[in-house]
């Protein structure tokens, strides 16, 4: 069993940035992991994923902007969020596919205007 950890989020202002981690409690090296958003009364949302051989993808409301990478000797998937917006407000998942998917607890992020 995988488990997942999310730290990072909070309340910035439009423009600002911030950075969300993700540790797992095992290694994934050999796991593709990435990140979901969901906002109030929206479906959960894929914002960033990245593959074991690091390529990556992102939607194009957040290309440009959002960075995702891993740490393989640390456990740990980051999301780099910067120019962020108030659309941007919403819960942020981690997730690691293995033998199924395992999903973090969420953080929040909130972006004022």
């Known amino acids: 069993q995988v488990q997942l950890v999310e730290s990072g989020g909070g309340l910035v202002q439009a423009g600002g940035s911030l950075r969300l981690s993700c540790a797992a409690s095992?290694?994934?090296?050999?796991?593709?992991m990435g990140w979901y958003r969901q906002a109030p009364g929206k479906q959960r949302e894929l914002v960033a994923g990245?593959?074991?051989?690091?390529?990556?993808n992102y939607p194009e409301s957040v290309k440009g902007r959002f960075t995702i990478s891993r740490d393989n000797a640390k456990n740990t998937v980051y999301l780099q969020m910067n120019s962020l917006k108030p659309e941007d407000t919403a819960v942020y998942y981690c997730?690691?596919?293995?033998?199924?998917?395992?999903w973090g607890q969420g953080t929040q992020v909130t972006v004022s205007s």
């Open positions: 997730y690691l596919d293995s033998v199924g998917r395992y």
């Open positions: 095992s290694s994934f090296t050999l796991y593709a």
């Open positions: 990245i593959t074991t051989f690091d390529s990556t």
